[in-house]
């Protein structure tokens, strides 16, 4: 019994589709808890006032929007290199909700900015990595629905993910160095790990869980989806022949 | 309701849009989920009674 | 490689377009940058660096889908593939003979239309050596975007949509370098860093690119 047995489409089906309501409904669940938590039962910040609250949502769909290319990433390494075609699928059923990610973040961010730094946006080095992000996941959607062929479409969107994140972390740090020579005042300093107090830290945590679960639930409720609509395409290609 | 202070706007905003973009991406997975699900047992009926 | 790199540089001088397009594009876009932003002369030297680099781009981008589209559609492409070069060669020749077709004379024109934009005399060393490390990444990340699409039908907005992300760094450093140049600080660094993204381009993305071009000569 090794994990690989998930890799046969069908099996991959019979095993998610229980958990997937589970999931979802789970993932909700202490989504709400943890949003109602920040947003009710938390003090403000005494520099930032309640804006503080932004960053339940904020900082886990940011998270999200990252981890969720690297899986992306490793599910398309998988792909190349055993060849399962599960994994090809749930990295394309990923994409979307990265992009979703990317744009809560950017858009809470961007609403955080204007009263904090009095901008919408700033050409800040994690600002300006997010946007990159989000071109990549554009770009990546896009080469999925161009290409009709489904096993060259997996193959070569595996491989713009792989180059495409050496180039994303490459921007990362490009990005970094950009900006020092440009304005950068101490109240720009996005660093949460300072001085996060627990009152603050204990609903967040709980809403990260939410969002993560989300994800997971998501991805297998769409990869399933992705693996009928092939067999659906297989069943008719064999019908006309 | 907390009192949100000068900034109840903005924390409603960020809070409002997010959960949206939340709602619609899991509407759309689900709806494409439900849809596809249908096709297919379309799909497997009209190939089952012609084996 | 060297009678590979000669017929493409031969086709793309005989056939004309590519050659004088991509220049005739750069010195469009840099003309009409003035009209854009206004003719002061103090904002137009500030942004110099930065407009050069951006048209060099673009225009590098523009024949970009020329580089496996016509091989791949005559079929010489597939002979090219069955041929004892190593299609990693074949990639990496290709990005080679782009570079020397556009990347190079982009080059060479740029300090002259620095002139137009007015760019600070001590800038104008560093955009020459910044355009010449940095062109050629330019060229290589655009030969692993056009195999990508290179089957696709409609591939050039597509392609596009992929590049430009992953110019992202060169154009960074590029213009950066230049920036410090036109300051007087020392843009050795950016430079550096520039030279080590063109290097490691040239070392890994004719592998990213052949493994594309293989799926799409299946």
Known sequence: ?241 | MPDLGKYATEVLLAYGVSIGLLVVIVALSMRRARKVRAQLDQVEARKGPRK | MIALLRRDLALAVRAGGGFGLGLAFFLIVVVLVPFGVGPEAEVLSRIAPGILWVAALLAALLSLDRIFALDFEDGSLPLLATSPLPLEGVALVKGVAHWITTGLPLTLAAPALGFLLNMAPGAYVWMLASLALGTPALSMIGAFGAAITVGLKRGGLLMSLLVLPLYVPTLIFGAEAVRRGADGLSATTPLMMLAGITLGCFALLPFAASAALRVNLR
């Open chain 1, 1 to 241: 019994m090794s994990i690989w047995e998930y890799a046969n489409p069908k099996k991959f089906i019979a095993t998610t589709t229980p958990w997937v309501p589970v999931l979802l409904w789970g993932s909700i669940a202490i989504l709400v808890v943890g949003l109602v938590w920040g947003f009710f039962f938390t003090p403000d910040d005494f520099r930032q006032g309640s804006t503080v609250k932004i960053f339940y949502v904020h900082v886990p769909s940011a998270l999200m929007a990252i981890n969720a290319w690297f899986m992306m990433l490793v599910a398309s390494l998988i792909w190349l290199i055993r060849r399962h075609h599960v994994s090809a699928l749930a990295a394309r059923a990923a994409a979307p909700i990265g992009v979703v990610m990317t744009l809560i973040a950017l858009f809470t961010g961007a609403v955080w900015g204007q009263p904090m730094w009095g901008t919408w946006w700033a050409w800040d080095p994690r600002l300006t990595s997010f946007l990159i992000l989000f071109l990549f996941y554009l770009g990546y959607i896009a080469l999925w629905e161009a290409i009709e062929d489904p096993d060259t479409a997996a193959d070569l969107t595996s491989v713009l993910c792989i180059v495409g994140s050496v180039f994303a972390v490459l921007s990362r740090y490009a990005v970094n160095f950009w900006n020092q020579g440009l304005h950068q005042p101490a109240s720009l300093s996005l660093d949460k790990e300072e001085n996060v107090a627990d009152v603050f830290w204990y609903p967040a945590l709980v809403c990260i869980a939410g969002f993560v679960l989300l994800f997971i639930a998501l991805v297998l409720m769409r990869t399933a989806t992705e693996i009928r609509a092939r067999r659906i395409r297989a069943l008719e290609a064999r019908m006309r022949s």
